[in-house]
């Protein structure tokens, strides 16, 4: 992952393409993501808030005449060759099997020959932030580019999900690739997980978001997430035994709950409860938002972190550490962990004419107290995926 500026990686994406195939490239852009609140509700057909980052991943490309695709990853000085056709996603390194899934399922809608690209971001890998995602949408970004096929951002999150699926066999939802593609600058996103229909909700002036890294990763596909998905649809098949109209927790009631838990395991049951009470966090907080009541909208995100800490058990210690110093630290509205869990970042609310000061304080705490390097980022809401000439 590189520490460059948008500009300076766009500039070392040309030179390097340039040199490497003796064309000038167009460059596919697409954000890493915050999410704001709507933890682990986006696979249960729920409700879920992020937004773009201005942090991105950015596809140098051009077309190639013999139906290959040549991928240089220059964070990994790593350059590979996808035969046309290849079925075999496990011949490929992880990053390079993003490639060809994301070939692969463009290829199933328009024809798409070969291509070079050259491959570089400054999204945090492994943070939470959706490098993944922000990975497969520049890619689909330019495949379309080079497909001649008109951009459905929709569209395109619904083929980078079931890529990702096929490179990594993680069942990750909707919420990162959409995300990515679709973001406006200047919003969050409101997001039904199940209708794909979005509301854009201006961030006030008034308010900052700071991504907090807390320099622990994790690997999603072994952090249990899968386990957790499972835990979410046991709990729906034991509900379903009374309501057949059930099919995902988004259409339980509390009261519903409730009722069906003495024929759920315990693990399910504080999952669904996680997924339920989350949902109506979401819907909160896009109308708190949105009316700039920033002291309540901060209170939600504290309780969703208490909720993923102790229903859903995807936070860590260092998660949960640099959240309870973010919140004792004059300036903030609240804190809560993003992203699957397990290690990776947080996020905070803060007075934007305070977050100059609160900042340093918080990252300076944090190192002390942890012995980890935290690195604090004052992200930008940012546009989904575009392309540049």
Request: aromatic share 6%; charged share 25%; glycine share 8%.
């Amino acid at each position: 992952m590189s520490t460059l500026s948008r500009d300076e990686l766009q500039d070392v994406l040309r030179r390097r393409f340039q040199d490497r195939f003796g064309a000038a490239p167009r460059l596919a852009l697409a954000p890493g993501r915050v999410n704001l609140i709507g933890e682990h509700t986006d696979y249960n057909d729920g409700f879920v808030m992020p937004m773009a980052i201005d942090r991105e991943i950015v596809v140098a490309f051009g077309e190639r005449s013999d139906g290959q695709i040549v991928a240089h990853a220059t964070d990994f000085d790593l350059e590979l060759t996808i035969l046309t056709g290849d079925p075999d996603l496990n011949a490929y390194p992880h990053w390079m099997r993003y490639v060809a899934a994301v070939a692969r399922a463009v290829r199933e809608r328009a024809p798409l020959g070969g291509a070079n690209l050259v491959i570089a971001g400054n999204v945090p890998v492994g943070a939470g932030l959706s490098s993944s995602a922000a990975l497969g949408v520049a890619l689909a970004r330019a495949f379309t580019e080079l497909a001649e096929r008109a951009w459905d951002p929709v569209e395109a999150a619904m083929l980078v999900q079931s890529a990702e699926f096929e490179a990594t066999g993680v069942r990750c939802g909707i919420m990162d690739p959409y995300a990515s593609a679709a973001a406006r600058a200047g919003s969050a996103i409101w997001l039904d997980c199940r209708s794909l229909q979005a509301r854009y909700v201006p961030i006030p002036r008034e308010a900052a978001f700071v991504v907090m890294d807390t320099a622990t990763r994790r690997t999603l596909a072994s952090s249990a997430y899968n386990e957790r998905r499972a835990a979410c649809e046991r709990a729906v098949a034991a509900i379903r035994e009374s309501d057949p109209s059930v099919t995902a927790l988004r259409d339980v009631q509390p009261e519903q709950l409730a009722g069906a838990r003495g024929r759920m395991d315990v693990e399910a049951y504080m999952r669904a409860s996680h997924v339920i009470e989350e949902n109506g966090r979401v819907l909160a907080f896009a109308e708190v938002l949105a009316s700039g009541n920033l002291d309540r909208a901060g209170a939600l995100m504290d309780a969703s972190h208490a909720s993923l800490r102790e229903l859903y058990q995807v936070s860590s210690a260092e998660l949960n550490l640099i959240t309870e110093i973010a919140r004792a630290t004059p300036g903030c509205f609240g804190a809560r962990m993003t992203g699957a869990g397990f290690g990776g970042c947080a996020v905070a609310l803060v007075d934007a004419a305070r977050v100059a000061e609160w900042a340093p304080e918080v990252e300076n705490q944090y190192r002390v107290r942890s012995g980890k390097p935290g690195t604090l980022l004052h992200v930008i809401p940012s546009d989904g995926a575009h392309v540049v000439d």
